[in-house]
């Protein structure tokens, strides 16, 4: 049996390796978005981790986090400062750190039982691929409801990878992308150019990454759907007067006036009071109804018993309240709610005093029937778990509308990549998605990913857009928990098996022939 590999880089160059791969990869998200080098970025990563032990495995890991997240989340500082953001790139980076022995472990332990060159370039580098996807599917769950916001798939927004997404969802995009460049590692490191035939592996998935075209839907006619961004005085921090945002949202609205349309759309906190038990605002959504002889899909603060929800609302006048509300499903830690609060407002007092807000998660489909038209929504953060997006196409859902409010981060990156994440729930479902933002950058998505309208940042506007509608699930909606596990979770058993059968063999290897050393009479 082969010994393992010694690691490539020493401790010296590895660390600042990884730091450069942590700030490459950033650059293929939004606003960058130099998509090609999310495969420099993951090469930088595993060409540290090749040979070395668990610790070091660990500290490079590390490396490689903390320079990802510090510069993909700075975001996080446009109001809050250094705390939250320090806290959350901690947080990411160590459970990264600590993964990142996993992909050591495969290159350690793979070989050993496979050394042959199809090990080596074939089944390492898949095993690899499912490391790497289900340390992004434990970040993405893990603690309270997770932060999946650094997947590597969705850097794909841009490029012609993204239809990959259709048939395999965003982890089984992350899986191939993460194939494909173990593979082409592991060609050079055998010396591919001795045997061509070594490339296959990285080519052939190369191939199937740029090849693949969308998994098709079925045209299913279009909806007329009006879009308002009211640019209100809506971040957390805003100075304002009561119902401030609600009249910039009917202000913003004015253009609509007398215009046909299926559905008029606002954005998340669009309304500052409690739709359902303010009466006055009650009956102002029932007279903007009317006016415009079309429902409305709204969003508000929502109390119901002793809980507080972030709620989408279908409205329509002479309704007598809302036909339907969709409550959002996974509220932001540290952002909408204080997980056991006693224990970091002993940290961070007056921090944390800052959070009032105590949202609770909803558990009600995120699904309007809007006059016979299957709507799928996701509120704001939602838009980046899959099982948001799933149910709603599950249920139904001919077209997604996105709402959002960026004003807590405005003049960052924070919306750009959110919108990246909102065009690949388009093309991985292969519907049109409208996603409105109470201050922008807000956009009307085809379901090819295609920009069919938009509305530029910080400006009052309104979108009157006939929308496609699309029928028929994609093999990624059909098929994506079944990949995240196949591609995924199955990495940590099959390490298992793989760290068990080493240890056998090499206690085999050791233990000496039956009859050895017995004296002879």
Excluded at 95 to 112: C, G, M, N
Excluded at 388 to 406: E, H, L, P, R, S
Excluded at 408 to 435: K, P, W, Y
């Amino acid at each position: 049996m082969p010994e393992p590999v010694r690691p490539l880089l020493s401790m010296w160059w590895a660390i600042p390796v990884a730091i450069a791969g942590g700030a490459v990869l950033d650059l293929a998200f939004p606003d960058i978005g130099l998509w090609p080098l999310a495969f420099v970025g993951v090469a930088l990563s595993l060409l540290t981790l090749i040979g070395r032990s668990i610790g070091g495995s660990m500290l490079v890991g590390a490396a490689f986090a903390a320079s990802f997240y510090l510069l993909h989340i700075e975001w996080i500082t446009r109001y809050l400062g250094p705390v939250p953001w320090f806290a959350l790139a901690g947080v990411e980076t160590v459970l990264s750190a600590v993964a990142a022995a996993l992909l050591t472990l495969a290159y350690r332990w793979l070989p050993q039982l496979l050394p042959g060159a199809w090990g080596r370039v074939l089944v390492l580098p898949a095993l690899v691929a499912a490391a790497w996807t289900a340390r992004e599917q434990f970040l993405g769950s893990w603690p309270y409801t997770g932060f999946p916001w650094g997947r590597l798939g969705m850097s794909q927004s841009e490029s012609p990878l993204a239809e990959l997404s259709s048939w395999l969802g965003v982890s089984g995009l992350s899986f191939a992308m993460v194939f494909v460049t173990a593979a082409g590692i592991e060609a050079v490191r055998m010396r591919v150019w001795r045997r061509a035939t070594l490339a296959l592996p990285a080519v052939i998935g190369a191939l199937v990454l740029v090849l693949i075209p969308q998994f098709p839907t079925v045209d299913a006619g279009s909806m007329r759907v009006g879009a308002v961004q009211g640019n209100g005085p809506s971040g957390y921090f805003d100075e304002r007067e009561p119902y401030a945002v609600f009249q910039a949202q009917l202000d913003g609205t004015a253009p609509l006036i007398g215009e046909d349309l299926d559905v008029l759309l606002w954005p998340e906190g669009g309304i500052d009071a409690d739709p359902i038990g303010n009466r006055s605002v009650g009956r102002a959504l029932d007279d903007l109804s009317e006016e415009l002889d079309a429902p409305l899909i709204v969003n508000g603060a929502t109390e119901r018993g002793e809980h507080i929800y972030n709620t989408s609302l279908l409205w329509r006048a002479g309704a007598d309240g809302p036909l339907a509300i969709h409550d959002k499903a996974n509220p932001v830690p540290m952002g909408e709610y204080v997980p056991d609060r006693w224990f970091f407002e002993a940290l961070a007092p007056d921090l944390i005093g800052l959070i009032q807000r105590e949202y609770t998660p909803g558990t009600n489909a995120p699904f309007f029937d809007v006059d016979g038209v299957g709507v799928g929504l996701a509120i704001c953060f939602d838009v980046i778990y899959d099982d948001v997006i799933w149910d709603g196409a599950n249920d139904g859902a001919q077209v997604y509308m996105f709402q959002t409010n960026n004003a807590d981060f405005r003049g960052t990156d924070e919306n750009l990549q959110q919108l990246g994440f909102a065009r690949m729930r388009a093309i991985e479902t292969g519907r049109s998605v409208v996603n409105i933002s109470t201050v922008g950058t807000s956009q009307v998505i085809a379901p090819d990913g295609s920009v069919i309208d938009a509305l530029a940042a910080d400006k009052s506007g309104a979108l009157l857009v006939d929308v496609p509608l699309r029928s028929g699930l994609t093999a990624g909606v059909v098929l994506g928990p079944a990949v995240q596990w196949l591609l995924g979770w199955l990495a940590l058993p099959a390490l298992v098996l793989c760290g068990i059968l080493v240890r056998v063999r090499r206690h085999t290897k050791a233990a000496p022939p039956a009859g050895d050393g017995a004296a002879e009479v």
